[in-house]
């Protein structure tokens, strides 16, 4: 069964630019998560998507950023525009089902903003 | 404001020693409690959870322990082996809310 994976694995972009982070969840997994790592420091909560939705977006930073989970399955997580302190790991994640705590990581996408 | 706190960015161990990794939290309201292994370039794993209503949970070489009076958890690893260094990230929940609370991570080196 193939895990979390993200695209691209790496992304580096001028300050003011637009950047799309891609998500494929495991599949059969209704619920899925973003995070992000900035500079060594805690991994920190952006939303979870129950299928196609959101159900809680109360870590998404500003209006700068939005996802999608277009039909329930993959997600993108796109910054418009990108501002130097948007620079970290983002990582996504799945469950199977509500109540699942044990959430399954992809490698994450290492997104720098010059 | 940090709910969770790992006070120890990195730890060394002997090989075949016991690993203590540890964990304090503020928020009363957690009750659910996880520890994930994170190899570089890789996303985290999870590796052993705890429930409030308990204080200790097995899995192998990991036990996990909870001291709730004094908001501590612990991850101790027995016998310690060289694929164990990697990052270890707490985290914490509450029941019927899946979004976790994480640590800043501990670095745990074995030394063989």
């Known amino acids: 069964e193939a895990g979390v994976t993200q695209f691209p694995s790496h992304s580096v972009i001028e300050k003011g630019q637009t950047v799309t982070l891609r998500c494929d969840p495991i599949?059969?997994?209704?619920?899925l998560y973003w995070y992000r790592r900035v500079m060594g420091k805690e991994i920190k909560f952006l939303l979870h998507?129950?299928?196609?939705?959101?159900?809680?977006e109360s870590g998404m930073p500003n209006n700068r950023f939005l996802a999608e989970r277009t039909g329930g399955t993959y997600s993108t997580l796109k910054v418009q525009p990108a501002e130097l302190e948007d620079s970290g790991v983002y990582f996504c994640?799945?469950?199977?089902?509500?109540?699942?705590?044990?959430?399954?990581f992809g490698p994450g996408t290492r997104l720098t903003v010059l | 404001d940090q709910q969770v706190k790992q006070n120890s960015p990195s730890l060394s161990v002997q090989e075949g020693r016991i690993s203590i990794l540890n964990c304090d939290y503020t928020n009363s309201m957690f009750d659910y409690f996880l520890w994930y292994k994170k190899y570089p370039a890789e996303g985290p794993t999870f590796l052993i959870s705890?429930?409030?209503?308990?204080d200790k949970n097995e899995d192998g070489r990991f036990t996990v322990f909870l001291n709730k009076s004094a908001k501590h958890l612990s991850l101790h690893i027995v016998p310690s082996q060289p694929g164990d260094s990697a990052v270890y990230f707490c985290?914490?929940?509450?029941?019927?809310?899946?979004?976790?609370?994480f640590g800043t991570g501990t670095r745990l080196t074995i030394i063989p």
């Open positions: 705890i429930s409030s209503i308990k």
């Open positions: 994640a799945s469950s199977q089902w509500q109540g699942a705590y044990e959430q399954f």
């Open positions: 998507f129950v299928k196609e939705s959101k159900q809680d």
């Open positions: 599949s059969g997994h209704d619920n």
């Open positions: 985290a914490a929940t509450r029941f019927g809310n899946e979004k976790l609370t």
